[in-house]
Each structure stands twice: as structure tokens, then as C-alpha cells.
């Protein structure tokens, strides 16, 4: 792949983050505080913790593509309500999108390895990126609806937003 296209492949997948970032944000913030605990099944993340993990995660991947390379993941404490989730969200997830808006063609194009299970171009991990928040966001959204609270409009109405 040449810099140029995946400049180029770059700038079309940050367009989508940003987009999905504001999806992403109001099905966060639609966990209510009391069902932070609330898990389907044993071998499933609570709540709060795959609120947590999608918050850190797109952190995580769009730090490893600005940076140009993977570092092992800090141990963050969870935050104790939705709110702190939010607010971690909010803090970290636009700065680092608009230093990726900025990656050079060749920074784009550098080749960065996640745990030698993917070894791709730093544009492709945006895809990644992306791909990994839509998965567990809509993980969460099935938890909100077990447990009662309003799923917000994902791509379109939600029975709870009409």
C-alpha cells in the first residue's frame, strides 16, 4: 500500500469515527448507574465493564495508530458510575481522533503489530478501531434493553426513541 492511499484510507475511516463516537457516547451514558453489575451470563462482562472496555478500547487503538506503535495497556481503575465512564470517553477520544485527522501519509502507512495477531498498516487499525466499538456497543445495547433501560437511536429510531 502505497503513504498515499492509506492517507487516504485513513481520512475516510476518521470521518466514521467521528460519526460513531457520538452513538458510541449516548449508548454509554444510557447505562443507568444501578445496573453497572448487571451481566447475562456468567462468562459475560458486567455492564459496567463493557462500558468500560469500549470507552478504553477505542483509547487504546487510536493511541496505538498516533503513537505508531502498540504499548502494553495501562491498568485503569473503572470508574464507580456511568458518569466517569462518560467523562473518560470524552476526555481522551476526541483529541486523540483529531491527532489521527493529522497522521501523515507515512505514519498512515507504517506497519504496527496488536499482540502478533495483526500486523497491518497504522489506517488499517482504524478500521479495527471501529469495527471492535460497533461490536460491543451493540453488546451493551442488548444489555440496556435486559435491563430495562431506553436503548438511544443507534442508525435510526430505537422503540425507545420514536
Same mark, same amino acid.
Given at each position: 500500500?502505497?503513504?498515499e492511499?492509506a492517507?487516504?484510507?485513513?481520512?475516510?475511516?476518521?470521518t466514521?469515527?467521528?460519526?460513531?463516537y457520538s452513538t458510541?457516547?449516548?449508548? #454509554?451514558?444510557a447505562?443507568?448507574?444501578d445496573?453497572?453489575n448487571w451481566?447475562?451470563?456468567e462468562k459475560g462482562?458486567?455492564?459496567?465493564e463493557l462500558?468500560?472496555?469500549i =470507552?478504553?478500547?477505542?483509547?487504546y487503538?487510536?493511541t496505538a495508530?498516533?503513537?505508531?506503535?502498540?504499548?502494553?495497556?495501562?491498568? #485503569?481503575?473503572q470508574? =464507580?458510575?456511568v458518569?466517569?465512564?462518560?467523562a473518560y470517553?470524552?476526555?481522551?477520544?476526541?483529541?486523540l #481522533?483529531?491527532? =489521527?485527522?493529522n497522521l501523515?501519509?507515512e505514519?498512515?502507512v507504517?506497519?504496527?503489530n496488536?499482540?502478533d495477531i495483526?500486523?497491518?498498516?497504522a489506517a488499517?487499525?482504524?478500521n #479495527?478501531c471501529?469495527g471492535h466499538?460497533i461490536?460491543?456497543?451493540g453488546?451493551l445495547?442488548?444489555?440496556?434493553?435486559?435491563?430495562?433501560?431506553k436503548?438511544p437511536k443507534?442508525?435510526?429510531?430505537? =422503540?425507545d426513541e420514536?
Open positions: 500500500m502505497s503513504p492511499k492517507k487516504m484510507i485513513a481520512d475516510f475511516l476518521c466514521n469515527l467521528e460519526r460513531e458510541t457516547r449516548r449508548v #454509554l451514558a447505562l443507568p448507574d445496573q453497572m451481566q447475562p451470563h462482562m458486567k455492564a459496567g462500558a468500560w472496555h =470507552a478504553t478500547s477505542d483509547c487503538f487510536l495508530v498516533v503513537n505508531g506503535g502498540f504499548a502494553p495497556p495501562a491498568k #485503569l481503575e470508574p =464507580a458510575n458518569a466517569g465512564i462518560v470517553y470524552d476526555e481522551n477520544f476526541p483529541p #481522533l483529531e491527532k =489521527a485527522k501523515t501519509p505514519q498512515a507504517k506497519e504496527l496488536f499482540r495483526f500486523v497491518q498498516p488499517i487499525f482504524l #479495527l471501529n466499538s461490536h460491543h456497543r453488546q445495547s442488548t444489555y440496556l434493553r435486559a435491563t430495562g433501560a436503548v443507534i442508525y435510526g429510531r430505537s =422503540a420514536q
